[in-house]
């Protein structure tokens, strides 16, 4: 059983359409963390938050912690083709060197 | 600057052979991790090190052995593979940012063990 379930699994949208990711927890993380990775390469970080309710916007992408500091999402607003990928998220729990990845969401976005 | 590198990108393995998974990083990150990674399964971390001379085990250690050589390089060894053992192997090391770490990830080794 994983720490972060995330969900969808998969997600197939057309260009232009919004799309929101889901990763939730019964546990309390101090910083959670979205990560992006395509075919062949390593994840790279898109963001971190720390404070509960915390809100990031990187260009289209939007990102939010809960209240709790227990689940996370992330939006995209007028999905481009460049957005395809696994998304996954991460979060630490407190005095943890360690994170803890969800399984990811393999976002797949149709010209 | 040229980040976490990987070496052998590719690897294929027969039951019972060893091999050794380099890793090196040039940011002078003190802590370095192993995951791998399978299908639905996400990031799975193997071994850390949080600082040079210091490793632990993480999720999933069972197979393996790590050496964090000096600050710069940590290694993964397979003494006796097995076909479970088939997988993306990323290498990552850490920074402390604010409040928040932040992991650097390698390009990744891919595993087949027949």
């Known amino acids: 059983t994983q720490l972060l379930e995330q969900s969808p699994q998969f997600l197939s949208i057309q260009e232009g359409e919004n799309l929101t990711v889901y990763c939730n927890s019964s546990s309390v993380f101090s910083s959670l963390q979205w990560y992006r990775q395509e075919p062949g390469e390593g994840p790279v970080l898109l963001v971190t938050v720390v404070t509960g309710g915390e809100v990031k916007k990187l260009k289209r992408l939007t990102f939010q912690f809960g209240d709790a500091r227990k689940d996370s999402s992330l939006h995209i607003t007028a999905a481009q083709t460049g957005d395809t990928g696994l998304y996954l998220c991460a979060g630490r729990l407190s005095n943890d060197y360690k994170l803890s990845f969800g399984a990811g969401t393999t976002v797949t976005v149709r010209a | 600057n040229a980040g976490v590198t990987q070496t052998p990108k590719f690897q294929v393995l027969k039951t019972g052979q060893s091999m050794t998974l380099q890793c090196a990083q040039d940011m002078n990150h003190n802590s370095m991790y192993w995951y791998r990674q399978d299908p639905g399964m996400g990031l799975r971390l193997i071994y850390y090190?949080?600082?040079?001379?210091?490793?632990d085990k993480g999720e999933v250690p069972n197979g393996y052995n790590v050496s964090r050589l000096n600050k710069r390089e940590f290694s993964l060894r397979l003494e006796s593979a097995a076909p479970s053992q088939t997988s993306v192997y990323f290498c990552a090391s850490r920074e402390m940012t604010g409040s928040a770490y932040e992991q650097y990830f390698g390009p990744g080794t891919r595993l087949t063990v027949t």
């Open positions: 090190s949080a600082s040079e001379g210091t490793t």
